[in-house]
């Protein structure tokens, strides 16, 4: 209480001349000042600065003063995040460059047509028929069988060789008694004389003449059975016609015995060859389409098997070894071929383009006439059947295709698909989604067939240039 009696008279002289002032100015025509000109403008609190190199101390609950203005360093959790991020984006980049490709369906052009009709296949390309060709495998195969009969008289093994003559387009006769002469120098005759055709030209090339005959051997013995070789004619020594003029196993020797030998009964030996034979075809089939050309084709009365006796073979004690060989003649034709002459005679309206009978096992492709008719080995035309409804379907080549998408942007393929008449659409996959273009790499595009859902088959891949 004395503090503010005593503060009191300063406060009121202090008034006091405050309004002394203002009846002044007034008296010299001064404007008076309103009362917030003499009020003393209010401080906002400032901090006080801290020494350089010095920090403040930091407040409970908050961070220090360099925090609290966004000075602060990042600490090194900022760092980490950065580093993986950047980590996965190059693991993201990687990844999607590794599985980067292109799937595209393609549905080909189709088209449906009853056939019935007959047409002619010709291995010499010959107009207006269907080009085909024989593919020949053969295989042997022994048994072995209890060895129980005796042979017999003495007898001379026998078989059939084809004479060959290419010294020139004159004919060659050779006499009754001409010997022939295995590797092995074993001996063989003809019965009577023959006269083979001199050689000739066919489609540009020397085809020499030939003609079969039946030779026998020049003494008894199991011996002279013997396989498939070649022979020439001991005659013809020191004569170019020893290696122009000669001979070719057709069947093997056989029958040849001594006549002391034991040799299986005829049951037995017919037994044997039967499981033989039935051993045989699966491995010729196998064998025969592992060799049948994509664009090729075979049916099952184009398959033509043949079997021979091999000479029979001393085995273990008491058994000989009863042999076959099996053969297989498929007939192979050309399906864009077939499928051309089909579509020429029976599609209305054909404009051309390679199509192919998709369903070809359907339509009994056969013989016109009995298979006993044909020989593979010298016939050269034959023909056969067609009836059903065909499918038809054109073709395309997947690997030009391939080339032709391949770096392309997907704006760009209804383009390159109008340039095949073949092709009715096309729809295109990209991986990965984000991409906008096909992979210039063509190993990366696959090409699948829209209806089927299989992958067409194609050629080595190759990259388009950069």
Known sequence: MSGDVGARPERQEAKDADSEQRSD???????????AQFKTPKQSWVPPRTPLGRREPPIDGMGDADSLNGRGKRG?????????????????????????????KVTPRTASTSVTGTFTASSDSESGTVPFDIIK?????????SATEAQGAAAKATGQIVIYNNQSSAAQTLVANTRFESPDGLIYRISKGVTVPGNSIKNGEKVPGSVTVTVTADKAGSNYNIGLVDF?????????????IYGRSKTPMTGGTSGDELAPSADAAAQAKDEIETALKPELLKDVESQIPQNFTTFDSGLIYSFEDLPATAAATGTVDVG???????IIINKAALGQAVADR?????SGGDVEISNLPDLGLTFASSTAAFDPETDTKFDFTLNGNAKLVWQYDPNVLKRDLAGISKSQVDTVMAKYPSIESASVIIRPFWSRSLPKDTAKISIVDAVTGAQVATATATSTAE
Do not use: N
């Open 76 to 104: 090194p959790k900022y760092g980490l995040w950065v580093l993986v991020f950047v980590v996965l984006l190059v693991l993201a980049f990687g990844i999607s460059s590794l599985f980067a490709g292109a799937t595209v």
């Open 346 to 350: 029976f599609l209305a309206q054909f």
């Open 232 to 244: 020439t004619i001991p005659g013809f020594q020191g004569d170019p016609r020893h290696t122009t």
């Open 324 to 330: 076959e060989r099996g053969t297989l003649y498929a």
């Open 137 to 145: 495998v053969t295989h042997d195969d022994s048994r072995p069988v």
């Open 25 to 35: 100015d007034l008296r010299k025509g001064k404007p008076e000042k309103s009362e």
